[in-house]
């Protein structure tokens, strides 16, 4: 049995809460597990605190569930408080309601485990490790002191320092602006969807640009059935451009068959994870830099009804999809002038906005991000940024590796700040797994 008795997790979104409900399946009533949440709202984090119902789930529903091994359990949440549809058709959820689901699992989990589970509303600042376990320091000045840390911190809410200019949207910066404002957004992902229905649904007129370097949106679910595919039909450790062929083939060959692409692409999600680890750093590198596009495009599509109304923004005109780069951002007296070098196109284009939106995603340099814990680990030499510089640094096991290359067995990472040894971690799928792994190592 485990000497790790008392654990605290700092985050109480998605990925704090799902590894909350795991620690709990324990038997052992000695086990204590404390759930930091700033906000003092568990359950929600970045994703589903969104009130607007046009933010749908990414996912159908019943891909859902909180629990690896009780796939139902959203999908039977869900139809005792909605209507679904009949038949076989997808759902696709508000994002609301799936916040809705985990406060509901926490509070649960917090009625029925009054002595075991701790939720507490703070703000944690930093964490020092010492023989016995760790010390977590809230803003407040309060200390809480247990066996391990698990940092499920989510993602950052704030733009990356080469974008002060820009804001996150939802965050305290965005605030109201005027109809006829002209807006950019940096980003052509599912985060610029969100932002784009964000400003439809609070009456938005003005024109929308929306700016990434191919300009790709990304493609819209359509029913189908994940290819079966084994391991050992998986080539993993190859070459990169091996690799790609082989996966372009495959999908050639599966169309040629009467398939889908989707199909493919839902096929091998099971085997991303190993697949980005069998990678070295320099192909890793190289998938970031000239293929995350095209994959993410594919791999994170977005329900049919909201592509459908982005498709009919981009062919009216009130929403324009540019492939380039922003040049600058020079303040002018309504807000900023954008310059922009379009892809393959040697003419500078201004735009004259209100705001600029950060959608890029994936900040690249959490040393230097707004998750105040993380860089105190940083600062500190307990944890360190990972290769590629897209989160920290951690084993298959989600152990801290700390500035010395040394591998914590009382500080862990859960969820997105992972991703630089999972990629393929921002999803509930993907978490609900990796928190049962962890649970389970933590507590065997």
């Known amino acids: 049995m485990s000497t790790l008795k008392s654990f605290i997790i700092v985050g109480g979104g998605a990925s704090g809460v799902l590894l909350a409900a795991q ?8 086990l204590r597990v404390t759930l930091v949440e700033k906000s003092g709202t568990f359950g929600q ?31 039977g949440w869900l139809s005792q408080r909605t209507r679904l549809p009949d038949g076989d058709a997808p759902v696709f959820a508000p994002r609301r309601l799936y916040g809705e689901y985990l406060g509901e699992i926490v509070a649960g989990l917090a009625e029925r485990e009054p002595v075991r589970l701790r939720l507490l509303d703070g703000f944690a600042v930093s964490v020092t490790s010492n023989a016995s376990g760790v010390e977590v320091k809230l803003a407040s000045g309060a200390s809480l002191v247990g066996h391990a840390v698990v940092l499920a911190a989510g993602h950052d809410l704030e733009p990356a320092s ?22 950019l957004i940096l980003g052509t992902g599912l985060s610029m969807v969100d932002a784009w229905l964000a400003l439809k649904a609070n009456g938005h007129r003005g024109p929308v640009t929306a700016l ?9 679910h359509r029913p189908g059935k994940p290819l079966r595919l084994d391991s050992a039909d998986v080539p993993l450790g190859t070459d990169l451009s091996y690799f790609v062929d082989w996966f372009r083939d ?5 169309e040629k068959a009467g398939g889908n692409w989707r199909d493919v692409v839902d096929g091998i999600r099971p085997f991303n994870q190993r697949i980005w680890q069998s990678w070295p750093i320099y192909a890793r590198r190289r998938f970031l830099e000239h293929t995350k596009a ?17 498709v009919e923004a981009i062919e009216s005109g009130a929403l324009r999809l540019i492939a380039g780069r922003l040049l600058d951002a020079k303040p002018s007296p ?11 196109r040697s003419a500078i284009e201004e735009i004259p906005v209100a705001r600029i939106y950060d959608c890029t995603g994936i900040v690249k340099d959490v040393a230097s991000g707004s998750i105040t814990v993380v860089r105190a680990l940083i600062d500190r030499g307990l944890a360190r940024n990972d290769p590629l510089r897209v989160g920290l640094d951690v084993t298959v096991d989600c152990a801290v590796i ?8 009382k500080i862990f990472a859960i969820g997105p700040l992972t991703r630089g040894t999972f990629f393929e971690i921002d999803a509930v799928p993907e978490i609900r797994v990796q928190a049962a792994r962890l649970a389970a190592r933590l507590t065997g």
């Not at 709990?24 to 009533?29: H, I, K, M, T």
């Not at 009130?51 to 019943?62: M, S």
């Not at 990434?212 to 819209?220: D, T």
């Open 212 to 220: 990434s370097r191919r300009g790709l949106l990304p493609a819209p």
């Open 250 to 254: 495959l999908v050639r060959d599966h």
């Open 402 to 409: 700390d500035a010395s290359g040394k591998a914590s067995d």
């Open 23 to 30: 620690l709990l399946n324990s038997g052992d009533p000695e």
């Open 162 to 183: 080469e974008l002060a200019f820009a804001v996150r949207p939802g965050s305290d910066a965005d605030t109201p602006l005027l109809p006829d404002a002209g807006v």
């Open 294 to 310: 095209w994959w993410e495009i594919h791999r994170h599509r977005m329900a049919p009804a909201i592509h459908a109304r982005l």
């Open 334 to 344: 309504d807000g900023y002038v954008a310059r922009i070098q379009p892809r393959r």
């Open 45 to 75: 984090g970045l994703a589903y605190s969104t009130q607007l119902d046009d933010h749908l789930l990414n996912a159908c529903a019943h891909l859902m569930s909180a629990y690896p091994d009780q796939p139902d359990h959203f999908w």
